[in-house]
């Protein structure tokens, strides 16, 4: 049973499409994320969900949209996406703050053409 | 400059050797530190979480913090081929909710 099972695995598309990516936790976690990791590896937060409710929204361009359907479920929309977003965008959940470590998703590879 | 900094590296080492792994902080108000482990092509796992100073041992791998010096380590004792990835120090604040990463050190074990 896959913990954070994130969808799809890769995906190219051509400058200024639209594109989500979901994300699905079954451990019964509360938090929820979105990481972007660069061609460096270098893993940035981009949103914070608590129960449903966004807590961090990491000064990330506003054609990115997530949503929290539920506590289980963490979604990202990009609008017109652009070369610079190519990456690969990881999901995460936590207990609470995270204290204890986050589990995080098999990533998204994200190219865009 | 990044309020995590971490070697690159890349890091060889032969099979058998004990491994260490750095990373500073410029943030004095980290109070939870981890080490994720990151094999090519798959999600970051974690290998530690350690709260405030100190030092934790799991097998083959123990976490060192020196919040003195905003330093922290992982050591890996006899090292595996299997052990070869990239590893990734993390930290948190005691405000929770944010997870700030080092830029990760790459490691090879060989044969």
């Known amino acids: 049973d896959t913990a954070v099972s994130q969808t799809p695995k890769y995906l190219v598309t051509q400058m200024g499409n639209d594109k989500s990516i979901k994300c699905e936790q079954n451990?019964?976690?509360?938090?929820m994320y979105w990481y972007k990791q660069d061609s460096k590896k270098f893993l940035k937060i981009m949103f914070s969900?608590?129960?449903?409710?966004?807590?961090i929204n990491e000064t990330v361009p506003n054609r990115f949209s997530p949503k929290s359907p539920d506590k289980a479920h963490l979604n990202l929309h990009i609008n017109s996406l652009e070369l610079g977003d190519s990456a690969v965008y990881f999901c995460?959940?936590?207990?609470?703050?995270?204290?204890?470590?986050?589990?995080f998703g098999s990533g998204t590879r994200l190219t865009v053409v | 400059q990044k309020e995590v900094e971490q070697d690159p590296g890349p890091l060889s080492v032969p099979e058998g050797a004990i491994v260490s792994l750095n990373c500073t902080y410029s943030?004095?108000?980290?109070?939870?530190f981890m080490w994720y482990r990151q094999y090519s092509r798959k999600g970051p796992e974690l290998l530690m979480y350690?709260?405030?100073?100190g030092n934790k041992e799991d097998g083959r791998f123990t976490a060192q913090v020196d919040k003195s010096s905003k330093y922290i380590s992982l050591f890996i004792r006899d090292s595996q081929p299997s052990d070869s990835a990239t590893y990734l120090c993390?930290?948190?604040?005691?405000?929770?909710?944010?997870?700030?990463f080092g830029t990760g050190t790459q490691l090879k074990v060989e044969l």
């Open positions: 995460a959940s936590s207990k609470g703050q995270g204290y204890y470590g986050y589990t």
């Open positions: 451990l019964g976690h509360d938090t």
């Open positions: 969900y608590n129960n449903k409710e966004l807590i």
């Open positions: 943030n004095s108000a980290f109070q939870y």
């Open positions: 350690t709260y405030s100073s």
């Open positions: 993390a930290m948190m604040t005691g405000g929770g909710n944010k997870l700030t």
